[in-house]
Structure formats: structure tokens, C-alpha cells
DNA sequence: GCCTACGTATAGACTACCTATGCCTTCCTG
DNA sequence: CAGGAAGGCATAGGTAGTCTATACGTAGGC
């Protein structure tokens, strides 16, 4: 409970920014996010790997399996040109939303 | 398709922060916050009135019939002692999250 | 007389997350 | 050397919260 809960549908948003970054394999990426947000955002692994799964169909990721530094088997996504395109567009929707909400909230 | 999808969980937050400046039926709620934020968000009738049953239940608001400036048969909403608190935890868990979501996007 | 804006409310579908589980490997420690 | 923790991938099932569609009703303008 001390973790904070993701905001839905910022998930893909996040994974698509830390793959910017370069390929990193599932376990990876989680521990990515959690360690760029001081360990404020948990990314679970039921949350993760559908959500590769989908960003794979969707053509947004590629995938190719490998070894780890510490020799364990590993699948690596990495960023496509679709990928970059989409994380572009939630990017911007997201920033839209954000923005929208401050409006709200800081009304006097 | 031109109006921004609300940011799941956030609905219960706009509604509290909105009522917090004063009583309003339900239907005013939905349009001070189209307002707000310049019509970017749009509350859909079938979101806003389940949430506010659950605000209902949960306490944070109290509701009472009463007639519109227009004449018309309103349920007026205000906000509780608890709405007020509940307010506050969600604003400061919501700026908790965006802050967080904002240190992974200005990943260099 | 009809349409639009105003107004409340529920049912059903859908999306996207979390929990729980399963399976496997490497490494550290008792 | 046995066991557990940490590193890894993945799916099934449940749940929460939203949207769509629908229902019902009134006031006012054309």
C-alpha cells in the first residue's frame, strides 16, 4: 500500500517514454519506472506484460530474445517508428488532460 | 470525438474540488466543469451520476430536492466535513502521481 | 407540434488495471 | 547443499471506473 497506483491509461505512455531511451527487456522497464519516479510508480507485472503484448500487436514495440547481463533469458523490446509516433500523440493527450484538470483545480 | 476522455479517477477529485466553492445540482456540475477547463473535459451523464451515488454513500456529499433558477426538479449537492478531507487526500495524491509520471517523461 | 436544452437516473458493455498463480534460473547464505 | 530471494516471462480471473444507450420528464422557442 505504500506504492502509488498507476493513473490508468498512463501505462503505455510510460513505457513507450523509458524505451525512447533505448531497448530494454520487460523486467527492466518496470524497475526503470520505478527507479526514474524515486519508487512512486509500482508498474506490476500483470500490468506489463499485457500491455506489451498489446503494444507489440499494435506494432509499437519489436521484440527479440536474448541473454541478460546476468545470463538469464530475456525478451528486449525496443521503440519502432510507430512506437515513437504513438508516444508523440499520448504525450500530447496526456499534457491536453493534464492541463485541463489544473484548470479545475485551482479554481478559486 | 473532439472532447478529451476523462483520466479515470479523477472524476470523483473534479467533483469535490468544484462543489468545494459552493452547492450545485447535478447537471451544473457537469457543466462547470466543461467550462473550467475551456470544454476540454466532458462529464457523460452516466459517469457523474453514478459517482455522485458513491459520493452519497461514502459521505463527502449530502444531497437535497430542491427547484432550479429555471424551475425545473434538482438535486442540489454540497460537500460534507468528510467531502472536504477526501478532497484533500485525492488532491494530494493526485499531484503525488503527476509528479511522478512528470520524472519519467523528462527522462533526458 | 416539435425540437432543443435542462434535468435525473439505471443497465450493460468495455477497458485497463491489479492479484494471484505458475514456471524457470541464478546467486547468496545458512 | 538446501533453501530462499531476486531476476525473469506470462496468463487467468476479478474488479473498478468509465462510456454508451436508454428511459423518463419539463420548459421554452420556433
Given at each position: 500500500?505504500?506504492?502509488?497506483?498507476?493513473?490508468?491509461?498512463?501505462?503505455?505512455?510510460l513505457v513507450l517514454r523509458v524505451l525512447e531511451a533505448g531497448p530494454l527487456h520487460g523486467y527492466a522497464i518496470a524497475q526503470r519506472i520505478g527507479q526514474l519516479s524515486q519508487?512512486?510508480?509500482?508498474?506490476?507485472?500483470?500490468?506489463?506484460?499485457?500491455?506489451?503484448?498489446?503494444?507489440?500487436?499494435?506494432?509499437?514495440?519489436?521484440?527479440?530474445?536474448?541473454?541478460?547481463?546476468?545470463?538469464?533469458?530475456?525478451?528486449?523490446?525496443?521503440?519502432?517508428?510507430?512506437?515513437?509516433?504513438?508516444?508523440?500523440?499520448?504525450?500530447?493527450?496526456?499534457?491536453?488532460?493534464?492541463?485541463?484538470?489544473?484548470?479545475?483545480?485551482?479554481?478559486?
Amino acid at each position: 500500500m505504500p506504492k502509488l497506483e498507476l493513473v490508468p491509461g498512463t501505462l503505455i505512455l510510460l513505457v513507450l517514454r523509458v524505451l525512447e531511451a533505448g531497448p530494454l527487456h520487460g523486467y527492466a522497464i518496470a524497475q526503470r519506472i520505478g527507479q526514474l519516479s524515486q519508487d512512486a510508480l509500482q508498474v506490476e507485472e500483470g500490468s506489463l506484460y499485457p500491455a506489451l503484448q498489446k503494444m507489440l500487436m499494435k506494432g509499437w514495440v519489436e521484440a527479440e530474445w536474448g541473454l541478460s547481463e546476468t545470463k538469464r533469458r530475456v525478451r528486449s523490446y525496443s521503440l519502432t517508428a510507430a512506437g515513437r509516433k504513438q508516444l508523440a500523440i499520448e504525450r500530447a493527450g496526456y499534457d491536453d488532460v493534464t492541463r485541463a484538470i489544473q484548470s479545475v483545480l485551482k479554481l478559486a
